[in-house]
């Protein structure tokens, strides 16, 4: 999506299909520079090697299950750290095993944290994790605000299906 919600390219996959394979294939329309801002199913080892390869970014909020300790790696602030990922021992079912093969064996990431506060509901703590390293090219504010965007293209994917009538539509395949 861009910005104003103008649908630019899309990718269709069956039903149930694993949104790393969908990110895999998202991978080959990703320009030098570009940042991909995802969700917690994208913050792997692997997609983010591969974008740093590429020569692209991320943004993206770390997986629940991934523990974070802020009082590792190189601090920059309270809660920015750097970090390094290592390579995982086992290849996902759906890359090639060549290629996984040629994956560095760690890659440096930046992991930050903020505060969500709303009224009338508790504080929400999110953890990002990012290519963008530059802690005064990309503050925290700014690396949370591009994360909100996201949830705004979920919004226009919910006005688009609502316009043409697939907002009730079910299928399996």
Same mark, same amino acid.
Request: charged letters at 30%.
């Given at each position: 999506?861009?910005? &104003?919600?103008?649908? $630019?390219?899309?990718? $269709? #996959?069956?039903?149930?299909?694993?949104?790393?394979?969908?990110?895999?294939?998202?991978?080959?329309?990703?320009? %030098?520079?570009?940042?991909?801002?995802?969700? /917690?199913? !994208?913050? &792997?080892?692997?997609?983010?090697?591969?974008?740093?390869?590429?020569?692209?970014?991320?943004?993206?909020?770390?997986?629940? @299950?991934?523990?974070?300790?802020?009082?590792?790696? /190189? /601090?920059?602030?309270?809660?920015?750290?750097?970090?390094? @990922?290592?390579k995982?021992?086992?290849?996902? &079912?759906?890359?090639?095993?060549?290629?996984?093969? %040629?994956?560095?064996?760690?890659i440096?990431?930046?992991?930050?944290?903020?505060?969500?506060?709303? #009224?009338?509901?508790?504080?929400?703590? $999110?953890?990002?994790?990012?290519?963008?390293?530059?802690?005064?090219?990309?503050?925290?504010?700014?690396?949370? &605000?591009?994360?909100?965007? @996201?949830?705004?293209?979920?919004?226009? !994917?919910?006005?688009?299906?609502?316009?043409? /009538?697939?907002?009730?539509?079910?299928?399996?395949?």
């Amino acid at each position: 999506f861009h910005r &104003s919600g103008l649908l $630019v390219e899309m990718l $269709v #996959n069956p039903l149930y299909t694993n949104e790393a394979r969908v990110a895999h294939q998202l991978l080959g329309h990703l320009r %030098r520079g570009d940042v991909l801002v995802g969700d /917690r199913a !994208f913050a &792997s080892y692997v997609i983010l090697a591969m974008l740093t390869i590429r020569g692209a970014h991320a943004v993206m909020r770390e997986h629940q @299950r991934r523990a974070t300790d802020f009082r590792c790696g /190189r /601090r920059i602030a309270r809660d920015d750290r750097i970090i390094e @990922r290592p390579k995982p021992s086992r290849c996902p &079912s759906w890359l090639d095993a060549a290629e996984f093969a %040629r994956l560095p064996d760690r890659i440096v990431l930046r992991q930050v944290r903020y505060s969500i506060t709303q #009224n009338g509901y508790r504080t929400q703590k $999110v953890v990002l994790v990012t290519t963008l390293l530059d802690a005064d090219e990309y503050p925290i504010n700014e690396l949370a &605000s591009l994360y909100v965007d @996201r949830w705004e293209a979920d919004l226009c !994917f919910r006005h688009l299906k609502h316009t043409i /009538r697939m907002d009730v539509l079910r299928c399996k395949t």
